[in-house]
């Protein structure tokens, strides 16, 4: 268990529709990744926040957006959702942004769009 | 921002041979690097890094990787394999430069066979 918790683990949604995926962080984590796994992709760092603040955006597509919490829990929001935006969307928690810690991965929501 | 490359998509081998996972990234300015592995359904677990020091970097179960900064490469290598090896690998890449923004290759799908 790497005390990262993502919620829900399994979605399924149709094609226009909008989601909520949370995280919640490993105690005293500040900074929280999101990424997205696909098959054809691969893994894709998606934006990353640290302490509430945004830090670093990646391959985000401007229909998602992200923000983190006071008590540092994060959401992922995914709107008119596509058939290509099935999934499975990680979140990872490091104790600070300073890149040489180590990333703590939950084990993902997996997306499927219909 | 850092891209980076893993050459093998998939890597079939047989138990107890060696073998070679291969690992670019695109930029020598100064860097973090990282193994990630990720089993069926599980989310990733670091598996060994590179921050400083020694070029070769050893996890405790039998991988190395050696860190060659001419060649902008971080090979991960293991003498010989066994079934439980069997997972998704991922190479990641921390630009110190950059905020820290890690980037991870596509994965290379290690398949020991008996």
């Known amino acids: 268990d790497s005390g990262v918790t993502q919620t829900p683990k399994h979605l399924i949604t149709a094609t226009g529709q909008r989601v909520t995926l949370r995280c919640s962080p490993r105690?005293?984590?500040?900074?929280v990744y999101w990424y997205q796994q696909s098959l054809d992709q691969g893994l894709q760092f998606l934006i990353q926040?640290?302490?509430?603040?945004?830090?670093a955006k990646g391959n985000i597509l401007e229909r998602f957006s992200a923000q983190q919490f006071p008590d540092l829990h994060s959401e992922l929001n995914l709107s008119s959702l596509e058939l290509g935006d099935s999934a499975l969307y990680f979140c990872?928690?490091?104790?600070?942004?300073?890149?040489?810690?180590?990333?703590?991965f939950g084990q993902g929501t997996r997306l499927t769009v219909v | 921002a850092q891209s980076v490359t893993q050459l093998d998509s998939q890597v079939p081998v047989f138990e107890e041979a060696p073998v070679e996972l291969r690992c670019n990234y695109s930029s020598s300015v100064s860097v973090y690097l990282f193994w990630y592995v990720q089993y069926p359904n599980q989310g990733l677990q670091l598996l060994l890094k590179y921050l400083s020091g020694s070029t070769l970097v050893e996890s405790i179960n039998g991988f190395e990787a050696e860190f060659n900064k001419s060649q902008t490469s971080f090979h991960l290598r293991k003498p010989s394999v066994h079934i439980s090896d069997t997972a998704e690998y991922f190479c990641?890449?921390?630009?110190?430069?950059?905020?820290?923004?890690?980037?991870f290759g596509a994965g290379t799908r290690l398949t020991v066979k008996p």
């Open positions: 990641a890449v921390s630009d110190i430069s950059n905020n820290n923004d890690m980037r």
């Open positions: 926040y640290y302490n509430g603040e945004e830090r």
């Open positions: 990872a928690s490091s104790v600070d942004a300073g890149g040489n810690t180590e990333a703590f």
């Open positions: 105690s005293g984590d500040l900074s």
